[in-house]
């Protein structure tokens, strides 16, 4: 298979701006890059958001766990990836700096710079827009990364006077992203065909008072109610991925959850029931 180039010269710009690259919001955003554009180090994925309706695409392990935790958040009310800064603002930028503004490799032109993260944070009545670079902490120390992010910091926070910020590796919740992965694709009972909406609410019926007796170990509880109900095995733990993520359940997403072990939950369901002796 022939290895993918990046491409972002002055013909390509062109053609990503008559497809709508990097404008929008919510469901009608287009990244400025999308996962094909870039040479992929088996990093990159395409996710499907829960806040915005579309499918995100993340370049690095970093990206993915940054994008899962502003995912799962409900301040959150739009996440736009791969956003791009006006070209001719950060040359002069650049300039100002003293600095080689970032080029095509091949081509030698310009490239338009992007950020990894837009988001969109509510508070109260009030929504405000925060940007967030997502880097390795060792490749802070490269100069010439240096040189790309105060780049970006200028353009956020002196001319736009907008919260930009770097997240590195010890900046990330990995518990709480491995956790909101682990829910992530059983969001909608589409995922958990063939069961029917039905066929959840009976599960979680059977399951909540075992669950919040917490005394025996998840897997075993959701084991036994595969057998019971003659499902296929592993069904009635797609249910309790399902009611996670859709907060049916509410556990610590900070603390992994683990279906060897019993599922504490934070708050009683108001559909509970004493378990039956």
């Not at 392990?61 to 799962?72: M, P, S, T």
């Not at 503004?101 to 405000?128: A, C, L, N, W």
């Not at 926070?157 to 829910?183: F, H, K, P, Q, S």
Request: aromatic share 8%; glycine share 6%; charged share 30%.
């Amino acid at each position: 298979m022939a290895k993918r180039r990046r491409e972002n010269g002055e013909k390509t710009q062109k053609r990503r701006a008559r497809e709508g690259r990097g404008v929008g919001r919510g469901a009608d955003y287009t990244p400025e890059l999308l996962i094909h554009d870039v040479p992929s180090q088996g990093l990159s994925s395409r996710i499907w958001g829960w806040t915005t309706g579309r499918v995100h695409h993340v370049f690095s392990i970093g990206e993915r766990r940054v994008f899962y935790i502003h995912d799962w958040r409900e301040d959150v009310r739009d996440i736009r990836e791969q956003y791009p800064l006006n070209q001719q603002e950060t040359l002069a930028i650049a300039d100002q700096l003293g600095v080689r503004h970032p080029r095509d490799p091949r081509t030698k032109e310009y490239i338009v710079m992007t950020s990894d993260f837009v988001f969109t944070i509510s508070k109260g009545q009030v929504t405000d827009e925060v940007i967030r670079a997502v880097k390795l902490k060792k490749d802070l120390e490269n100069a010439r990364v240096k040189e790309k992010l105060e780049i970006e910091r200028i353009y956020w926070e002196e001319v736009r006077g907008l919260d930009w910020a770097v997240i590195t590796e010890d900046d990330i919740d990995r518990t709480m992203a491995d956790n909101v992965e682990w829910v992530h694709c059983h969001r909608y009972v589409r995922a958990l065909y063939p069961l029917t909406v039905a066929d959840v609410d009976h599960i979680e019926a059977i399951l909540t008072p075992y669950v919040v007796e917490g005394k025996s170990r998840l897997r075993d509880l959701t084991n036994e109610c595969d057998a019971n109900l003659s499902l296929e095995p592993g069904s009635a733990l797609s249910v309790v991925r399902y009611l996670i993520a859709n907060r049916r359940w509410e556990v610590d997403m900070s603390k992994r959850i683990m279906p060897p072990l019993p599922l504490a939950l934070t708050i009683t369901p108001a559909l509970f029931k004493a378990v039956p002796k």
